[in-house]
T-cell receptor
Framework: GAVVSQHPSWVICKSGTSVKIECRSLDFQATTMFWYRQFPKQSLMLMATSNEGSKATYEQGVEKDKFLINHASLTLSTLTVTSAHPEDSSFYIC????????????FGPGTRLTVL | GEDVEQSLFLSVREGDSSVINCTYTDSSSTYLYWYKQEPGAGLQLLTYIFSNMDMKQDQRLTVLLNKKDKHLSLRIADTQTGDSAIYFCADWSGNTGKLIFGQGTTLQVKP
């Protein structure tokens, strides 16, 4: 079946550093990927829609200069949290829409970011 | 904007049926999904239903959709302790092409 991986699965960093999270579709092509953020015991909040070869579309209230998204190929999107601060600590989940079956989104296992 | 609402918690005994309810506001809903999330993990797609269907059954899972009332339910038959998780209802808006998630329902299954 369709598999989406994320790397790393967890990361701890110091305040002020930048962290890159990768999202890969392993066995399908995904022109469109999505980045979500989930706080403890809360739902997923869409941060941005990542489109291969073009700029990401950010949701209202999400700082595009802080959360840099690059979707350089049909199987890889990256989210870089720049100058991370403790309030950026969260669970980040990506999903990918299969180009051959746009009805479904497949989710990655998530990345736990802790900023000290 | 579009909204999806779920009850936050459900507790059942092992072997009973569980029914998780969801309401949504989107008039252009195309698909409605149910996802399962175990602690510290991503989302696992359980099932989905096209908006012009009333019901879909998949082994122990039954999805009922009342489009007029914009009400969706997920029934899990013979609930097992391994079914304990958070269940998210999600609406794929035809207008925006985005998934809108409910708050999630924590299902607790007691032995």
């Amino acid at each position: 079946g369709a598999v989406v991986s994320q790397h790393p699965s967890w990361v701890i960093c110091k305040s002020g550093t930048s962290v890159k999270i990768e999202c890969r579709s392993l066995d399908f092509q995904a022109t469109t990927m999505f980045w979500y953020r989930q706080f403890p015991k809360q739902s997923l909040m869409l941060m941005a829609t990542s489109n291969e070869g073009s700029k990401a579309t950010y949701e209202q209230g999400v700082e595009k200069d802080k959360f840099l998204i690059n979707h350089a190929s049909l199987t890889l999107s990256t989210l870089t949290v720049t100058s991370a601060h403790p309030e950026d600590s969260s669970f980040y989940i990506c999903s990918a829409r299969d180009d051959s079956s746009v009805d479904e989104q497949f989710f990655g296992p998530g990345t736990r970011l802790t900023v000290l | 904007g579009e909204d999806v609402e779920q009850s936050l918690f459900l507790s059942v005994r092992e072997g009973d049926s569980s029914v998780i309810n969801c309401t949504y506001t989107d008039s252009s809903s195309t698909y409605l999904y149910w996802y399962k999330q175990e602690p510290g993990a991503g989302l696992q797609l359980l099932t989905y239903i096209f908006s012009n269907m009333d019901m879909k059954q998949d082994q122990r899972l039954t999805v009922l959709l009342n489009k007029k009332d914009k009400h969706l339910s997920l029934r899990i038959a013979d609930t097992q302790t391994g079914d304990s998780a958070i269940y998210f209802c999600a609406d794929w808006s035809g207008n925006t092409g985005k998934l809108i998630f409910g708050q999630g329902t924590t299902l607790q299954v007691k032995p």
